[in-house]
């Protein structure tokens, strides 16, 4: 699980694998903008490490691409609203989080801007 961009309302998302254990609902619900989605069961390791279990929404544009299996890992976010989260499941197969900035930009790096390889040899030196 992996903090990501909060949403444009402020609210804290996060990055997660989840496991769909049920298939999608036969019925066929629509958000306040007209968008079309299915409820499912899936599962996740949350930030205790503990298994836990959950429903999620997988909107049409994601469940239309076909292919979606029960016991499959697919990639998700998780939307904190008033203390509840709500978890979004896409089509995409999980396989790790996204990189982020910190896998490749030290905070030095950060504060100095880009600099090129031999700015950051002489730092070093």
């Known amino acids: 699980m992996k903090k990501i961009e909060d949403s444009s309302n402020g609210n804290p998302r996060f990055e997660l694998g989840v496991t769909l ?24 390791v949350n930030r205790h490490g503990e298994v836990a279990k959950a429903s999620a929404a997988i909107y049409e544009g994601n469940y239309s691409k076909g292919g979606i299996e029960v016991g499959k890992e697919y990639l998700a976010t998780a939307t904190v609203v008033d203390g509840k989260a709500y978890i979004q499941m896409s089509h995409l197969i999980f396989g790790g989080s996204i990189a982020s900035s910190d896998d490749f930009i030290d905070e030095m790096e950060a504060a100095a801007g880009n600099t090129t390889l031999q700015q950051r040899v002489s730092q070093l030196g």
């Open 21 to 44: 254990l049920t298939p999608l609902s036969e019925t066929v619900l629509q958000n306040s903008n007209q968008k079309n989605y299915r409820l499912c069961t899936v599962q996740y």
